[in-house]
């Protein structure tokens, strides 16, 4: 079992930055790839960005690359999302996910955080 708590949400303007950051507890949690996944309102959630556990692979949507960087420290089990050039689209509920799969699927994570909410303004 792993357990994820985010933290880091918050309302901002366009044009600012936030860094999200995901706590992972649990047997071996630093194992874990992570995800971050979001959902606006009346959307189906979306896969944002994803790190394996060694971090040797990254994955971006297309509508954050450039913009999103995602990093972990194991060290400390904490997986991060600095986001930057925030717009408003970006508003959303953001969430992060533990998986052994390499994937931009939500099937390919069996543990989620709570989320947290992130609001851009114009």
């Known amino acids: 079992q792993v357990q994820l708590v985010e933290s880091g949400g918050g309302l901002v303007q366009a044009g600012d930055s936030l860094r999200l950051s995901c706590a992972a507890s649990?047997?071996?949690?630093?194992?874990?790839?992570m995800g971050w996944f979001r959902q606006a309102p009346g959307k189906e959630r979306e896969f944002v960005a994803t790190?394996?556990?060694?971090?040797?692979?990254?994955y971006y949507a297309d509508s954050v690359k450039g913009r999103f960087t995602i990093s972990r420290d194991n060290a400390k089990n904490t997986v991060y999302l600095q986001m930057n050039s925030l717009k408003p689209e970006d508003t959303a509920v953001y969430y992060c996910?533990?998986?052994?799969?390499?994937?931009?699927?939500?099937?390919?994570?069996?543990?989620w955080g709570q989320g947290t909410q992130v609001t851009v303004s114009s």
């Open positions: 996910a533990a998986g052994r799969g390499t994937t931009t699927r939500e099937t390919g994570y069996p543990y």
């Open positions: 790190v394996t556990w060694s971090v040797s692979n990254i």
């Open positions: 649990g047997r071996a949690s630093f194992t874990y790839n």
